[in-house]
């Protein structure tokens, strides 16, 4: 089992930043790929980044791309998502998760099998 949680969410000014962070334990699959989601309250949880497994490779929404960077400590098990120029809209819930599957698109929820609980990421105007 891999358990994932995720800190560093909280109440920020529009154009502010916040730096989450998601740390793996139990039998930690190093080597997998791992991606942040969020989800908006009576909205669908949506992709927000992605990173491969050996970290060379990420991959970003349209909506954060440019702002948000997602990268990997791979000596401390922890993955990180640096937010800059925050919005309003990207006030949610954000979620680590471990990827299980590659069988499908990377940006699909159902490819990953190990999820934090989310942290609170809430932006005012």
């Known amino acids: 089992q891999v358990q994932l949680v995720e800190s560093g969410g909280g109440l920020v000014q529009a154009g502010g930043s916040l730096r989450l962070s998601c740390v793996a334990s139990g039998r930690t699959r190093t080597y997998d790929g791992m991606g942040w989601f969020r989800q908006a309250p009576g909205k669908e949880r949506e992709f927000v980044a992605y990173?491969?497994?050996?970290?060379?490779?990420?991959y970003y929404s349209d909506s954060v791309k440019g702002r948000f960077t997602i990268s990997r400590d791979y000596a401390h098990y922890t993955l990180y998502l640096q937010m800059n120029s925050l919005k309003p809209e990207d006030t949610a819930v954000y979620y680590c998760a471990m990827r299980s599957d590659y069988s499908g698109n990377l940006a699909s929820k159902d490819q990953f099998g190990y999820w934090g609980q989310g942290t609170q990421v809430a932006v005012s105007s």
């Open positions: 990173i491969t497994r050996t970290g060379s490779t990420t």
